[in-house]
């Protein structure tokens, strides 16, 4: 079963254009070899003023979304109630079994997984190369929770899933930066020498160019709720 999922990981992590689409497929994956996840989120913490960081949402049988979070008071604040700073952090592993009734202290986001009748949660530290640490975390609804074999078998997918969530991350950072600072690419790249003078910096963007775009995207939701 693992040696399944390394392969499949290996040979498709790099073929989705888009970290949704990958969790997606990801979790389809997990399913049809028997790991009762029913809910995968994901936390990659962004370096812009205004976003602090992105989030991929899937739900089986839902789908998937992405999520982006403003770097507002509220939402450091919420994240600070949340797993997060433990697996940010620390690089620890969270893991919450979600009783019937709230326990003194719990995380606001047992509350909601409690209301979908979800019984077990945990968050996982994914480590970049650059030595910060992401979060991917997985849910279920089985009776019980998850097994010792599902964890151990999740956690020993960390490495891949990190290197494939990095590379995807860098993509999309390096898109951002050559549309922000060059512009759309139209047409074919031409080889030729461009003529003396043709070469100018680019202005600074607009404060309604970039960032934009991405405040239209911004839930209500925030990265206590991972």
Wanted: glycine share 8%; charged share 20%.
């Amino acid at each position: 079963k693992t040696a399944r999922l390394y392969s499949w990981i290996t040979h498709n992590g790099s073929r989705f254009r888009s970290a949704p689409a990958f969790v997606e497929a990801f979790g389809e994956a997990l399913h049809a070899e028997g790991v009762p996840v029913a809910r995968i989120t994901t936390g990659i913490t962004i370096l812009h003023p205004q976003v602090f960081s992105s989030s991929c949402l899937w739900v089986k049988d839902e789908g998937v979304s992405e999520r982006f979070y403003p770097n507002v008071e509220e939402t450091l604040r919420l994240y600070q109630n949340s797993p997060l700073p433990r697996v940010y952090g620390e690089g620890e592993t969270v893991r919450c079994r979600i009783r019937r009734k709230p326990g003194p202290g719990e995380y606001p986001i047992l509350a909601d997984l409690r209301a979908e009748r979800y019984t077990d949660y945990v968050v996982l530290p994914l480590a970049f190369s650059d030595g910060t640490h992401k979060a991917v975390s997985f849910a279920t609804k089985r009776r019980g929770g998850f097994l010792p074999s599902h964890l151990a078998l999740l956690r020993s997918l960390l490495p891949l899933l990190a290197m494939t969530l990095e590379t995807e991350t860098l993509r999309r950072r390096a898109g951002t930066l050559m549309k922000t600072y060059v512009g759309p690419q139209r047409g074919p790249v031409s080889s030729k020498a461009p003529s003396p003078g043709a070469c100018r910096r680019a202005s600074p963007p607009s404060s309604g160019s970039a960032t934009s775009g991405a405040s239209r995207r911004w839930p209500n939701r925030c990265p206590a709720r991972p």
